[in-house]
T-cell receptor
Framework: DAGVTQSPTHLIKTRGQQVTLRCSPK?????VSWYQQALGQGPQFIFQ???????QRGNFPDRFSGHQFPNYSSELNVNALLLGDSALYLC?????????????FGSGTQLSVL | QKEVEQDPGPLSVPEGAIVSLNCTYS??????FMWYRQYSRKGPELLMY????GNKEDGRFTAQVDKSSKYISLFIRDSQPSDSATYLC????????????FGKGTLLTVNP
């Protein structure tokens, strides 16, 4: 049973560019959340997608946007990259039967902005 | 004041030691509490979750919650070198709030 898969694993971009990160949830899961983890920090909630809609958003600017597809996979897009966007981006999936006590995380995409 | 405070360590212990990891929080709306383990270059892995004050045990791990003091702990008995990782506490108010708020994480090294 494949867990949460993310691609690419590493990415290097320059300031001002745009990036798209991809996530396939664990089999049977219908909800995808995205988190940003800066070096030495805990993950910070970006947003959550359910039924192809953004259900909740954290304190991130509009440069961060997302999408969920009918097969439950998801993309995170970041426009106008800043140096401060360098971080590990984590995708987590769950089955919406209540609160997210059982989030399964992928290994993340390490984004470096130069 | 951050909503969740966690001592980042690092914490170094000998194999077989009992490890105590702690978090404090300020948001009284938090009702659900989790501990995640994160190995280097990997995503967090759920270890324990609880929603009531008191203790919950799972093998060598015990999660403790004291809502009156806004304080949670994770105890690891008979620690092993394979327990070396970063431990993250996380919490949420639940209901229609799907966001987990994490601590910074504590880096633990268990020495053989």
């Amino acid at each position: 049973d494949a867990g949460v898969t993310q691609s690419p694993t590493h990415l290097i971009k320059t300031r001002g560019q745009q990036v798209t990160l991809r996530c396939s949830p664990k089999s049977g899961h219908d909800t995808v959340s995205w988190y940003q983890q800066a070096l030495g920090q805990g993950p910070q909630f970006i947003f959550q997608y359910y039924e192809e809609e953004e259900r909740q958003r954290g304190n991130f600017p509009d440069r961060f946007s997302g999408h969920q597809f009918p097969n439950y996979s998801s993309e995170l897009n970041v426009n106008a990259l800043l140096l401060g966007d360098s971080a590990l981006y984590l995708c987590a999936s769950s089955l919406t039967t209540g609160w997210n006590e059982k989030l399964f995380f992928g290994s993340g995409t390490q984004l470096s902005v130069l | 004041q951050k909503e969740v405070e966690q001592d980042p360590g690092p914490l170094s212990v000998p194999e077989g030691a009992i490890v105590s990891l702690n978090c404090t929080y300020s948001n009284s709306a938090f009702q659900y509490f989790m501990w995640y383990r994160q190995y280097s270059r990997k995503g967090p892995e759920l270890l324990m979750y609880t929603y009531s004050s008191g203790n919950k045990e799972d093998g060598r791990f015990t999660a403790q919650v004291d809502k009156s003091s806004k304080y949670i702990s994770l105890f690891i008995r008979d620690s092993q070198p394979s327990d070396s990782a970063t431990y993250l506490c996380a919490m949420t108010s639940g209901g229609s709030n799907y966001k987990l708020t994490f601590g910074k994480g504590t880096l633990l090294t268990v020495n053989p």
